[in-house]
């Protein structure tokens, strides 16, 4: 089983119906020039990139932008058009009154299965006491957390709510909440070792590739910022393959993060091990 | 008379060839152009057009000919994020492969025929798919 745990459907074209709702997203997004994508495109590319499945992650910037860029019931009807191929998760505004309710919606009438939030673009440190309503939520349901880590190149983010070790206080006071850093909290990669290593409900995605092609820059995450030994023997419970696509190159890195020197196990826990044990708890 | 017409394709390979002559025979029989030219173009810059024998063992050979000239794995410059998409340019070696094919071809309309060798078919080439594609085909003549 080869999961991407890190993909953004938002040009995915069964909710591209409407033309000023893609352009919005374009521009909040910072992704141009892609046009929409049918779902047997989408396939080929899973195909291609000898994926099973993928983990779709809406965004929820109403407080920001004046709407969720993709809402969680759009994440609902792409899950429900394949049902096998793909992992929905919900998105929520922190600063919305009604966001745990509608969080606890999203978990028990759409099926989703977790929840993603950007501190970045979404103006909130980690351990801020806005958050604690979806954290109860999440822990009252067993559903794991992605956030976004380390550097985003969507417009209006501030880098300083995101850094991993903004994540430490959370960590430790929720050691039963499954919480992944997104794009292994690139640059600060060796804190987000540090986490891992401290807090075993820590996780990583490896949707990082902000420099030059993706074997070389997972070889210089991977074999130099930090050792391919400090994953192949003590984190390979916490590493799991994502590609944030469609900003970074999802066929080109699910080959890459083969090439990288782990062992065959660690691989197979890499690619989709971890993320089911993430999903679904130990 | 000058017509303009399209062909959509969705490709399912990586690096894939193609054969479009069928598409473009009836797209000139379509146009009533009995003399004049038909102009086959390729939308795309990491895609090429091009025109040989539709062999297995062709085809195989030359992708494995553009394989050797362009590796995947030499530190081509083309590799990092582009400020005007938001996202990673990793298909250096598509632009290259498309440089080497070209990007269209050319055929004579000749008293309602299409002159071409028996030999010879297009090819739509693929270099950074799977992808949705277009192909312009522009029909001039009387």
Not at chain 1, 228 to 237: A, E, F, M, N, P
């Amino acid at each position: 089983m080869f999961i991407d745990m890190h993909v953004h459907p938002a040009f995915y074209e069964p909710i591209n119906e409407n033309a000023e709702i893609e352009e919005m997203r374009h521009n909040v997004l910072n992704i141009h020039k892609n046009g929409t994508a049918p779902l047997v495109h989408i396939f080929n590319q899973m195909k291609c990139a000898s994926l099973d499945r993928l983990c779709l992650l809406p965004e929820d910037y109403t407080t920001q932008v004046g709407q969720a860029v993709v809402t969680n019931e759009e994440i609902q009807r792409l899950v429900d058009l394949a049902p096998d191929k793909f992992i929905g998760f919900a998105g929520a505004d922190p600063y919305d009154e009604r966001a745990a309710e509608k969080l606890e919606y999203a978990f028990t009438q759409l099926k989703l299965s977790g929840l993603k939030l950007h501190p970045s673009r979404q103006h909130f440190y980690p351990n801020d006491a806005i958050l604690r309503p979806l954290i109860e939520v999440c822990e009252r349901y067993n559903k794991p957390i992605i956030f976004h880590s380390g550097v985003s190149i969507e417009p209006d983010t501030d880098t300083k709510y995101a850094r991993p070790i903004e994540f430490e206080e959370l960590a430790a006071n929720h050691p039963n909440l499954r919480i992944c850093l997104a794009h292994f909290g690139w640059p600060w990669v060796q804190e987000t070792a540090m986490l891992m290593l401290k807090f075993p409900n820590v996780y990583a995605d490896t949707g990082l590739l902000y420099f030059d092609n993706a074997y070389e820059f997972y070889e210089r995450v991977f074999h130099h910022d930090i050792p391919v030994t400090w994953i192949d023997r003590s984190l390979r419970h916490q590493v799991m393959f994502g590609s944030n696509n469609p900003r970074f190159e999802q066929i080109r890195m699910a080959d890459a993060i083969t090439k990288l020197g782990f062992r065959d196990s660690t691989l197979e826990l890499i690619k989709g091990g971890n993320a089911l044990e993430f999903l679904n708890g130990r | 008379m000058v017509i303009l017409k399209q062909i959509k394709l969705l490709t399912t390979g990586y690096n894939q060839f193609v054969l479009i002559t069928k598409q473009v025979l009836e797209l000139v029989q379509e146009s009533n152009i009995t003399n004049g030219m038909v102009h086959v173009i390729t939308k795309h810059t990491t895609t090429g057009i091009t025109v040989n024998e539709s062999l297995e063992c062709l085809e195989s050979d030359i992708e494995e000919f553009l394989s050797r000239l362009v590796p995947e794995h030499l530190p081509y410059s083309h590799a990092r994020i582009l400020s005007d998409y938001g996202s990673t340019a990793g298909n250096p070696t598509g632009h290259l492969k498309a440089h080497l094919t070209g990007n269209h071809c050319h055929f004579i309309i000749s008293d309602g025929e299409l002159l071409k060798g028996d030999a010879q078919d297009i090819y739509f080439c693929e270099f950074d798919g799977p992808a949705q594609r277009t192909v312009f085909v522009q029909i001039v003549g009387e």
